[in-house]
């Protein structure tokens, strides 16, 4: 399972767009990046989830250059209650368990 | 939109008690997971369960875990001998596809507190 690395937290203010980028140096062939979002005391959340290139959904966008050796989820115009953790997860599918990091703790500001 | 759903949200037991944590997963999902969030840190694995057996377990789920899925919804944790250590937050997830995907239905969790 290749190993990720994001920042540790992140501030922002409401209207903002916020960028998370997610380090993956050893990221094999077969592998997809996955995004989580977990507010305190839920469980993780799906967000998104990318191969290549740019991936865009109604909540974020998920963009990974040629070389996929990071990988970047854009939240656009954030809110108050975008305020909570997000996981990179990479990995081929290959196991049946997902390895959470530990993940980067975004704080949006009014 | 379907969810996973967990049962009881909290749960204090003595050290030492069995508990059993349940979960009904999203009906047409094939692969179960549970997972536990001690305060503070990390989402960690603890099993994951298809075709009615274990796929893959962590070294946490020791002999003093079990999972069953007694009938066609639940999909039920059990800790023979609670321990202090054991308090956290237990979730559990399922997918509809092969764990390719990596798509995971979390539930809200049941927060396990052993005195």
């Known amino acids: 399972l290749a190993k990720t690395t994001q920042p540790i937290s992140m501030d922002s203010y409401e209207g903002q767009e916020v960028n998370i980028t997610c380090s993956h140096n050893?990221?094999?062939?077969?592998?997809?990046i996955t995004w989580y979002q977990q507010f305190p005391s839920q469980g993780p959340r799906f967000i998104i989830q990318?191969?290549?290139t740019k991936v865009t959904n109604e909540v974020a966008s998920l963009f990974i250059p040629a070389d996929r050796k990071s990988s970047t989820l854009s939240l656009p115009r954030v809110s108050l209650s975008d305020t909570a953790v997000y996981y990179c997860l990479v990995g081929d599918g290959s196991s049946y368990k997902l390895i959470f990091g530990s993940g980067t703790r975004l704080l949006v500001r009014p | 939109e379907p969810e996973v759903t967990q049962t009881p949200s909290h749960q204090v037991t003595q050290m030492g008690q069995e508990v059993i944590l349940r979960c009904v997963p999203i009906s047409n999902h094939l692969y179960f997971y549970w997972y536990r969030q001690i305060l503070g840190q990390k989402v960690e694995f603890l099993v994951s369960f298809y075709n009615n057996e274990i796929s893959e377990k962590s070294e946490i789920f020791d002999d003093q875990f079990s999972v069953e899925r007694p009938d066609g919804s639940n999909f039920t944790l059990k800790i023979r001998s609670t321990k202090l250590e054991d308090s956290a937050m237990y979730f559990c997830?399922?997918?509809?596809?092969?764990?390719?995907?990596?798509?995971?239905?979390f539930g809200s969790g049941t927060q396990l507190s052993v005195l």
């Open positions: 990318g191969y290549k």
């Open positions: 050893n990221i094999a062939t077969n592998d997809y």
């Open positions: 997830a399922s997918s509809d596809e092969s764990p390719t995907n990596e798509k995971l239905f």
